[in-house]
Each structure stands twice: as C-alpha cells, then as structure tokens.
C-alpha cells in the first residue's frame, strides 16, 4: 500500500504568499499535489502542513526531513512517494516511474536530478535515522537518503528544466506558469 506525502509546511518566504494556496489550473497547489498522488495510486495521502486536518511536525521548523518524519510515524505503510507542493509541473508518468524503479530495487530513490520527489521504503530503520537527524540538527534531505542508501536514477523523458523546477519566488512561479500555456499553444 502506498503512502502520498505533500510536503507543504513551509513558509513562504521567498514567495511572498502561501505557496499551497496559489491557483494552478483552476485549483490550489495543494489540490493539485494531493490529486496527483491519487492519480499514481496513492491509497490515502498525507499533507505536512501545521493546519488542519494535517500532520503536523513533531519537530517544528526542520524543513522537508521533519514533514517525512512526522507522516511516516503516522502511518503503517511499506512505502511513501513524497513530493513537495511547490512543484506544479511534476507528471504522473514521472511518478508512476520513481514508484516502479523503486520496487523494481526494492529501494528507495530518487531522481538524479533533484531530491525530490523520492519514492521510499519504509522501515523502522528509515524512520529511526529521520529521528536521529532531526534530533542532532542535521536536515539535509539529500544526506538522509545516502544514509538510507537510497538510488539516484536517471529518467531520461523527464526535462529536469522544467518538470523537476520548484515554484520558490514569483519568478520561477511565472515561468512555471508560461511553460504551462506554452505546452497548451502547441
């Protein structure tokens, strides 16, 4: 059974306003997140947010590490695919893939090109070493899936420009934006 988590409890500081509640495509971003998840075949998603009908970080304010601890120790399942919210032009296939080669491997991973999104298999020892980073301030996202051995793979049908982009500034959500309706001209 697969867990979806969005990551969605940042600040927003670099963006101005919430980024989950900004309209892509007729919804929030936050809507749009947890409806790709389904699409993939999440059997119920998780949202990382300090709001409610939320998870909550038992450790507040340690970024992306935090939202993965705190909806893993919320769930039973094996196995979690987490994106962050803030990445409107991530596609089903996308995830459909990172889903497989996880499987395939029996192992979490990622893409090469960015650490998000990540497919992980979860066990107690994923979820202790969450903790154990959390506790000693070490956050790095990037670190904690070398610690669980997690494989970086190649997806050669992903244009890491675009798809993989995060929405941070104003800046990046236009041109996120402008790929979309350059996408719906052609």
């Given at each position: 059974m697969l867990l979806g988590i969005v990551l969605a409890g940042g600040q927003s500081r670099r963006m101005g306003e919430d980024k989950a509640l900004?309209?892509?495509e007729g919804k929030t971003l936050?809507?749009?997140a947890t409806q790709l998840l389904q699409e993939v075949g999440c059997d119920e998603v998780f949202v990382s947010r300090n709001a409610p009908h939320c998870i909550k970080d038992i450790y507040p304010g340690k970024g992306p590490v935090a939202g993965i601890h705190a909806c893993l120790a919320a769930s039973e399942r094996?196995?979690?695919?987490?994106i962050p919210v803030d990445m409107?032009?991530?596609?089903?296939a996308s995830l459909?893939?990172?889903v497989i080669q996880g499987r395939v491997f029996a192992s979490s991973c990622y893409?090469?090109?960015s650490v998000m999104p990540c497919y992980l298999r979860v066990n107690p020892a994923?979820?202790?070493e969450c903790e154990l980073r959390l506790q000693q301030n070490r956050l790095s996202l990037h670190a904690l899936l070398d610690a669980i051995a997690?494989?970086?793979i190649r997806f050669d049908e992903v244009d890491e420009t675009q798809e993989l982009m995060n929405t941070n500034t104003p800046a990046q959500w236009l041109l996120a934006n402008r790929v979309v309706n350059d996408k719906e001209l052609a």
């Open positions: 900004l309209n892509w936050l809507e749009h094996f196995e979690a695919l987490v409107p032009l991530l596609t089903r459909s893939n990172l893409y090469d090109a994923v979820l202790a997690a494989k970086a």
